[in-house]
T-cell receptor, first 114, second 109 residues
Framework: DAGVIQSPRHEVTEMGQEVTLRCKPISGHNSLFWYRQTMMRGLELLIY????????DSGMPEDRFSAKMPNASFSTLKIQPSEPRDSAVYFC????????????FGPGTRLTVL | DAKTTQPPSMDCAEGRAANLPCNHS???????VYWYRQIHSQGPQYIIH???NNETNEMASLIITEDRKSSTLILPHATLRDTAVYYC??????????FGTGTRLTIIP
């Protein structure tokens, strides 16, 4: 298995532009997670889905952030409009979906908003 | 998920066993203990997890105290490639995992 796939790996954009990050979870996994990592705040959960349904989005910083999971093999995290403080590494992770299973992380997308 | 406490940093000589402690005194009876590590700029890598019993895999061993209030991750023969930040987390794999600040482990040649 290729593991969790994220694209793009690096994104540089200007303030005010829309940014879309993409994630393909491991086949057969029922849970998908979006995390953000910064030096100041560390690694924090933004939102997670079980069986394509958003379960907890309390970590989403504000309305500029939105996430979708239209099917079991694809998810997007969108920021519109982007701001410099959104600069971070965004990780996607997936899990088989039971309480005992571990989460598998992707390589991350490094976002820089100028 | 329960809060965990780890030392901010540790050193270990190459070839020796690295023992990383974690306190999770507020862990609930059915929460698992997970260990991840993150090598610079990479995604967190799963190492091992357990509920009550000690666990061992090809990467490490996990020792959980009988009262489940603390645990120790053991890397039996540390190499330079084991230099990373190690996170101890108490929770459930299909829910939110709270990553604290972890322990920065440095392997000394």
């Amino acid at each position: 298995d290729a593991g969790v796939i994220q694209s793009p790996r690096h994104e540089v954009t200007e303030m005010g532009q829309e940014v879309t990050l993409r994630c393909k979870p491991i086949s057969g996994h029922n849970s998908l997670f979006w995390y953000r990592q910064t030096m100041m705040r560390g690694l924090e959960l933004l939102i997670y889905f079980n069986n394509n349904v958003p379960i907890d989005d309390s970590g989403m910083p504000e309305d500029r952030f939105s996430a979708k999971m239209p099917n079991a093999s694809f998810s997007t995290l969108k920021i519109q409009p982007s701001e410099p403080r959104d600069s971070a590494v965004y990780f996607c992770a997936s899990s088989p979906g039971t309480s005992m299973n571990e989460q598998f992380f992707g390589p991350g997308t490094r976002l820089t908003v100028l | 998920d329960a809060k965990t406490t780890q030392p901010p940093s540790m050193d270990c000589a190459e070839g020796r066993a690295a023992n990383l402690p974690c306190n999770h005194s507020t862990i609930s009876g059915n929460e698992y203990v997970y260990w991840y590590r993150q090598i610079h700029s990479q995604g967190p890598q799963y190492i091992i997890h357990g509920l009550k019993n000690n666990e061992t895999n090809e990467m490490a061993s996990l020792i959980i105290t009988e009262d489940r209030k603390s645990s120790t991750l053991i890397l039996p023969h540390a190499t330079l490639r084991d230099t990373a930040v190690y996170y101890c987390i108490a929770g459930f794999g299909n829910e939110k995992l709270t990553f604290g600040t972890g322990t920065r482990l440095t392997i000394i040649p």
